[in-house]
């Protein structure tokens, strides 16, 4: 299933919401986050990146990315949505990203296995799951048991991938055997199979629900706050462009990017 | 069986074929004629493979066609050797002859057990269970025949029965075609562009030229007096 | 032809390729070999037997070749009436036939997701026939076994249609007017004496429909889906597992290399014949 375009409404919000932030940024006094102050005159930065992102960041981060190019002219960031998974299996194979930020720590791991990663990956906003369903929630879904009804069709993320990871931890302790008809790679594809109604549920990120604005209707459960998933943020030691990769990291852990992800529905520091 | 009495116009794009044939049970007619003169077309109407534009056939008592009716190729009854033979590929000798029965209902043994008999009297014993690719010109034409005798037809038309065969093998068939067909009670239909066929096989000689019949009698009255060039050329040795 | 001084038949040509064809000719071929022998040079031997063994592979393997199965028959069912239509429609209004014979080319040249996006607005929940399937039968078809064996009958059909309609047309229409003149019906004929000398067309397409409906991927995890056992075919398995299990998907991928060349075993010489005459 594909990605979700990027939303026109947001971008004009977060491009608003980082301007104001960078105002107030030159103005506040000096944020404790390492990034070098966009009002001063720092050496500029140029050059293009590629950043590989856990698919529940699409959009969001194309928003980022676009605060980002406009504090720093010249610069590019370029973008390789997908299930962490598949994208930490690339990356560990050869393929040439500047940076990744994963949906688990256990798919950054991958990575940093293999000796790809500079320095410690950081974690730069948290996650919470949430049942999703077709706009206005034709089947009536209430909660974690309904996907042990062999009758719903579920979809849900394939277990190697942080959404189906998390998932099925939360099933587990809720003494639940989903029943899933469906298994995707990605969780955009669950949140695209809820939006089409092919499925009566999925389990997906909250943020998920929040870009599927009036396609899907969300359905909250209980236990979601112990099954916070942390997403982790690193440059990789073959980027071509070391400084730009540490600048955009720098800048994702920063007060307006903070500020774009938390809008989107994220968790932020 | 009583005979055929046909009435034949069909309109083709180069002429327009017209002819009357009479052909009494047990007597063999030959039309003969160039190549283009409406020979296969005839042999075609008569087996019901082609609508006259016009005309009447008469089998017996049957009306096979007329003005409002046309009796499809498969009911006619119609016993049809063609040329080539087509024999069918993938059936041997004996199963080509127990067609005609088994479409027509018989159960496939007791046709089966009727094909042997016919392939005894034609003395094909041996070829009961051989593909037709593997016989000879002269084998092939007589399983042909068989399959077409076996359903006991008043008709039979045979397409150019020779000319599939060599110089050297076709005198020897031909004098085997007529003891066969001598045994063989209904009216018969000979197409050939061979007037020695005619001489040697027929009681009766049609000479067709562009679609009309330009002579009809007896082959040896026909040769002895042509009407034109043509027929003069073809009874010339 | 005169006799050059090596020892040959005085008749014998030289094979006339100027030599200038070789080097594009070797790289092509080299191009279509040398992925297949890092393919076989990279699959864990060692490991094979307990692969297979242990994880889906097996459970892929029987869906895959049941399914592709399902979708061969169906395929001859459905495609040599087809076929049929097609090679006899000559007396038709040609804009008809060129129509007609678009429509069945269309899934051989249609990307397979596009063809599994259109399975879904057919035969998904709110589809166009898959909402009255729902609501009148409470049958839905995604995500189903049914919904693989559909999507690989989609793009495996034409190519049964296109091989049979070859040899129909290549078939002695003569060898029917006899049949005819036997009495045979028009039913007895098609049976006994069409359909025979039409198997070899008959037996290739279906060959090149089963590989053809092994190897699909797109159209399948757009519209069945993909959960182990009940839509995880082995295409899907190997993509699946490449991101957790390259070993497996280096499994996966010999034993489909396996299935390929015993399919074209089975086709050998007919591979010209049948779809080509």
Redesign the interface.
């Known amino acids: ?1 594909k990605a979700s375009p990027v939303r026109p409404k947001l971008v004009a919000f977060a491009v608003l919401a980082a301007s104001t932030a960078l105002v107030l940024a030159g103005c506040s006094a000096p944020a404790a986050t390492p990034s070098a102050s966009p009002t001063k005159a720092a050496p500029a930065l140029s050059g293009s990146i590629v950043v590989d992102a856990a698919s529940s960041l699409t959009g969001t981060f194309d928003t980022v990315a676009t605060a980002f190019e406009a504090a720093h002219p010249g610069t590019k960031v370029t973008f390789n949505y997908g ?1 962490s ?2 994208l ?2 690339a990356i560990t194979a050869g393929a040439p990203v500047d940076v990744f930020a994963a949906a688990s720590p256990a798919t950054m791991t991958t990575v940093s296995t293999a000796n790809l990663v500079v320095g410690t990956p950081s974690t730069f906003v948290k996650n919470e799951l949430e049942i999703v369903t077709p706009a206005g929630n034709p089947a009536g879904i209430k909660g974690l048991s309904d996907f042990a009804v062999a009758s719903r ?1 579920i ?1 849900l993320c ?1 277990v ?1 991938e942080p959404c189906g990871a998390a998932a099925a931890a939360v099933f587990a302790a809720a003494g639940i055997t989903p029943l ?6 990605n969780v955009k594809g669950v949140l695209t199979a809820a939006e ?3 499925v009566d549920a999925g389990m997906v990120y909250h943020t998920d629900v929040l870009s599927g604005e009036t396609k899907v209707t969300g359905v909250e459960f209980p236990t979601a706050s112990q099954f916070i998933v942390s997403y982790p943020i690193a440059s990789l030691n073959t980027s071509k462009d070391p400084k730009l990769a540490a600048a955009f990291v720098a800048y994702v852990l920063s007060a307006p990017a903070q500020a774009i992800l938390k809008h989107a529905g994220f968790i932020t520091n | 069986m009583s005979g055929l009495s046909a009435s034949i116009e069909v309109a083709r794009p180069a002429f327009t074929l017209a002819l009357d044939l009479e052909v009494a049970a047990g007597t063999i007619t030959a039309v003969v004629g160039p190549n283009g003169s409406g020979k296969t077309t005839t042999l075609r109407a008569l087996a019901g493979l082609v609508r006259p534009t016009s005309g009447r056939i008469l089998l017996g008592d049957r009306v096979l066609d007329d003005h409002d009716v046309h009796v499809p190729a498969r009911d006619r009854g119609i016993g049809v050797v063609f040329q080539d033979y087509l024999l069918f590929p993938h059936l041997s000798a004996v199963e080509n002859i127990a067609f005609g029965p088994i479409a027509h209902g018989t159960a496939r043994p007791a046709a089966i057990a009727a094909a042997h008999d016919w392939l005894e009297r034609f003395d094909l014993a041996q070829f009961a269970s051989i593909r037709p690719r593997e016989l000879s010109g002269g084998q092939a034409q007589r399983v042909a025949l068989a399959r077409a005798l076996i359903l006991e037809p008043p008709l039979l038309v045979l397409d150019e029965p020779l000319a599939a065969l060599d110089a050297s093998t076709r005198v020897s068939v031909r004098a085997q075609l007529k003891k066969e067909l001598g045994g063989y009670g209904g009216s018969t239909v000979l197409v050939t562009h061979d007037p020695a066929d005619a001489l040697a096989l027929a009681d009766q000689l049609v000479v067709l030229e562009a679609g009309s019949v330009v002579q009809h009698g007896i082959p040896a009255e026909v040769a002895a007096a042509p009407v034109n060039n043509y027929v003069a050329g073809l009874f010339e040795h | 032809m005169r006799a050059s001084s090596r020892t040959r038949s005085p008749d014998a040509r030289g094979t006339g390729i100027p030599r200038l064809l070789w080097v594009p000719a070797g790289l092509a071929l080299a191009f279509l070999v040398l992925p297949l022998v890092a393919l076989v040079a990279q699959v864990p031997w060692g490991q094979f037997g307990q692969v297979v063994a242990g994880s889906d592979v097996g459970q892929s393997l029987a869906l895959s070749l049941g399914a592709g199965a399902a979708a061969t028959g169906l395929s001859v069912l459905l495609g040599v009436p087809l076929a049929w239509v097609l090679a006899r429609s000559v007396e038709w209004n040609p804009i008809l036939r060129r129509l007609l014979r678009a429509f069945v080319t269309v899934p051989l040249v249609l990307p397979p997701v596009v063809g599994g996006i259109a399975l879904v607005l057919l035969l998904g929940r709110t589809g166009l026939i898959g909402t009255f399937l729902r609501v009148w039968f409470g049958i839905q078809i995604p995500f189903t076994t049914p919904a693989v064996v559909i999507s690989e009958t989609f793009v495996a059909m034409p190519f049964l249609v296109l091989s049979v309609e070859g040899a129909l047309r290549g078939a002695d229409r003569r060898l029917e007017d006899a049949a005819e003149t036997l009495g045979a019906s028009r039913w007895m004929i098609f049976r006994r004496i069409t359909l025979p000398l039409i198997a070899p067309g008959v037996a290739a397409g279906a060959v090149l429909s089963f590989a053809r409906a092994l190897g699909e991927f797109g159209a399948t995890i757009t519209f069945a889906g993909d959960f182990p056992g009940v839509t995880r075919t082995m295409p899907i398995a190997a993509y699946i597992a490449l991101e957790s299990d390259p070993g497996s998907a280096y499994v996966i991928a010999i034993i489909l290399l396996a299935v390929a060349i015993a399919v074209l075993f089975a086709l050998r010489d007919r591979w010209v014949g049948g779809l080509t005459s």
């Not at chain 1, 899933?180 to 790679?185: A, V, W, Y």
């Open positions: 299933m299930g998974g598949d930490a299996a069709k979809a394939e190697t899933p008809d469906t298994l995707e790679p089409l109604n092919q």
